[in-house]
């Protein structure tokens, strides 16, 4: 991503949060989480009353993302596969995944989406920061060589989906999307209805 974005990633992911709607006591969900990076920028929207749950297969990751982590009570880590079904005990007001959807198989893919319906409240809101659909061709070459090359398999499998329809079929609506980067990255808020 930092290839896309022209080194910008920070400042980047810093305005896709601004828009997450995060109110001072929402309990956020975030699914491969990685570094923590991301839920300690959510944190800074959050008062003592809100909360942070990261989500990571990796034991590495973990590690990162407890040391990022460690001066807010309020941010925890779960090592945790999402690509499996689950039902956590707290419900959230909104699940956040960033750059990992388009990285499953497509059927892995509706998992990781039926998780984040699973674990919302009634109401609460999925956002989904990944590519956009686009073509790969259309792409200019400057962008197209880089993604082609160092993207997975999978990526191009993403980027043909229409991903509000299958939202729709697992029960999200009320669709609002926010594009950056000529329109290639989307930031994707689903409604649980």
């Given at each position: 991503m930092n290839i896309m974005s022209v080194g910008?990633?920070?400042k980047f992911i810093g305005n896709a949060i601004?828009?997450?709607?995060i109110s001072d006591e929402d309990y956020i969900l975030d699914l491969g989480c990685g570094t923590g990076r991301n839920a300690c920028l959510m944190r800074n929207y959050l008062s003592e009353k809100g909360f942070i749950l990261g989500l990571d297969v990796s034991e590495?990751?973990?590690?990162q993302f407890k040391k990022k982590a460690r001066n807010f009570k309020n941010v925890a880590f779960k090592n945790q596969r999402i690509d499996l079904p689950f039902?956590?005990?707290?419900?959230?007001?909104?699940?956040?995944i960033s750059f990992v959807l388009h990285g499953f198989p497509h059927?892995?893919?509706?998992?990781?989406?039926?998780?984040a319906y699973e674990n919302l409240k009634p109401g609460g809101t999925f956002w989904i920061l990944d590519f956009n659909e686009f073509v790969l061709m259309d792409m200019p070459f400057y962008y197209r060589i880089p993604f082609v090359t160092i993207e997975c398999p999978y990526a191009f499998d993403f980027i043909e989906r229409d991903w509000k329809k299958i939202l729709k079929k697992s029960g999200f609506n009320n669709f609002i999307e926010t594009l950056y980067l000529k329109s290639y990255?989307?930031?994707?808020?689903a409604r649980k209805a």
């Open positions: 910008f990633y920070a601004s828009k997450l709607e590495g990751m973990g590690k039902s956590l005990e707290d419900k959230f007001d909104k699940v956040f059927e892995v893919r509706k998992t990781i989406i039926n998780n990255v989307r930031l994707l808020a």
